[in-house]
């Protein structure tokens, strides 16, 4: 992927590469924010893409929203510096809403209403490597309209394929409650990668790809050696990350430390999970790993 810019004639989008008047402010084919053109073409050189990808309420939103606020608070010796003010707003979202007790609003199918974040990274603890990653926060639904029926969303298909890394959420509290559907999702999504790779009997994807088991405060267990818990409850993954995969980790996370029930609508007929307070476990990891490979 080389590096592209902006010119008075026009901006070349960054994620699909398609031409969009100068003025423009969302691509026209992908509904990328052409602001990240700009804000790269100020670097000169070249930023990486690490998706994160997951099934609807595995938690993406929160997940990526906590990890944008660790690294801005230089978390695990890292430095992070957002290019652009769009690139606040999905950790802002996440943090009021928490504070407030509650969940963020599911993230809409539609991509030109999607977060995304621009953060140059370094670790201060080694020599200094700056590293521009662009984050999106894509949601659960479109990923499964995209993985079902493939372009239905030009932006994931262009996003997956560029990406330098891949994090993908996998609910662990329904595996280990014996639900198949985490397996399958997780199955179908990895196909997914793998296609758009290539897919040559011969070859094995060397994208890094960590796998996080989320809502890990269900079920502690994972935390203890998330490898073996993922061959035991994922197995349908584990199978295909050792045909398929090079290059791939087990993690554990929970970013909630106790959870409450409320009812809601006119006869109570909705229950409403309640965040009381945050503990965050195992968010900065997966990241932390996935840079020290691209």
């Known amino acids: 992927m080389s590096t592209t810019y902006a010119t008075t004639h026009g901006t070349t989008c960054l994620i699909c590469a398609t031409e969009n008047p100068a003025d423009a402010a969302l691509c026209a084919t992908c509904a990328a924010p052409l602001a990240l053109v700009r804000d790269v ?20 939103t929160v997940y990526l929203g906590f990890l944008l606020d660790m690294l801005a608070q230089r978390a ?46 370094c670790r201060r603890d080694r020599k200094a490597k700056w590293v521009d990653l662009v984050m999106p926060d894509m949601a659960g639904e479109s990923l499964a ?28 509290a329904q595996a280990a409650n014996g639900a198949s559907q985490p397996d399958f999702f997780a199955v179908k999504m990895l196909s997914y990668v793998d296609s758009l790779r290539g897919g040559k009997a011969d070859e094995r ?9 989320c809502k890990g405060d ?11 818990f993922a061959q035991a409850n994922l197995n349908r993954v584990w199978n295909l990350c050792e045909s398929r995969f090079s290059n791939v980790e087990f993690f554990a996370c929970s970013v909630v430390g106790s959870l409450a029930y409320a009812t809601a ?4 007929e909705y229950v409403v999970p309640i965040p009381l307070h945050t503990a965050l476990h195992g968010v900065l990891e997966p990241f932390q790993w996935i840079v020290d490979r691209i």
């Open 41 to 60: 073409a100020a670097q000169e050189r070249e930023p990486r893409i690490v998706s994160v990808i997951g099934e609807s309420n595995v938690g993406k």
């Open 76 to 121: 695990g010796s890292f430095e992070a510096v957002p290019k652009g003010a769009y690139s606040v707003d999905l950790q802002q979202n996440v943090i009021i809403h928490m504070a407030h007790r509650m969940f963020p609003p599911k993230t809409p199918m539609e991509a030109n209403q999607w977060y995304w974040a621009y953060y140059q990274v």
């Open 145 to 172: 309209a995209e993985v079902a029926n493939p372009e239905t969303f030009r932006v994931i298909r262009d996003l997956v394929g560029k990406s330098a890394g891949l994090m993908l959420l996998v609910d662990a």
């Open 205 to 213: 994807v060397e994208t890094p790809l960590a796998i996080i088991l």
């Open 218 to 228: 269900y079920c502690p267990e994972c935390f203890d050696d998330p490898r073996r």
């Open 265 to 268: 609508g006119n006869n109570g």
